[in-house]
């Protein structure tokens, strides 16, 4: 091995332009940019979607529907999932924070209590809210109903 016969790795050399190196490189004078323009100015940068003057599809496309900024979502719960974590965890009680820590909901999800299935047990429930039939079957076995 000599010192002239080195050559770099395979892959580790990248064949890219040296743009504004001089008329000798191929790619001085203007640099690749063109005459004349925004494009041939430094800081020029169209926006997202521009489509050289066309009316962007986002401005093609009709708009529908609406969208309720005030809605809010809760993270629904049913009696069946309830018993079954009764059961697995033998719970007295369900709070938002015992809901949390068994990874039912996060810690952000507003809780609704849904009325499918049923429960075996007294229970009490803290919750954001409750469906009319979840509420009635879980007072019918003499557990109370929390709304937080």
Not at 2 to 21: Q, Y
Not at 61 to 68: E, I, S, T, Y
Not at 119 to 143: D, M, P, W
Request: proline share 2%; aromatic share 4%.
């Amino acid at each position: 091995m000599k010192l002239n016969t080195l050559t770099p790795a395979e892959g580790s050399v990248k064949n890219r332009k040296r743009i504004g190196r001089g008329e000798g490189s191929g790619h001085g004078g203007t640099s690749t940019r063109g005459h004349k323009g925004a494009g041939q100015r430094s800081g020029n940068k169209r926006k997202i979607g521009f489509e050289g003057g066309q009316m962007p599809l986002q401005r093609r496309l009709p708009k529908f529907g609406f969208k309720n900024i005030n809605r809010v979502e809760y993270k629904g719960i049913n009696l069946d999932s309830l018993q079954q974590l009764i059961e697995k965890y033998s719970l007295g009680e369900i709070t938002h924070a015992v809901l949390i820590e068994k990874g039912i909901c996060g810690k952000n999800d507003l809780v609704k209590i849904l009325g499918r299935g049923e429960l075996k047990g007294k229970v009490n429930v803290t919750a954001h809210g409750f469906s009319a039939s979840a509420k009635a079957a879980i007072e019918k076995l003499g557990g109370t109903v929390t709304t937080i």
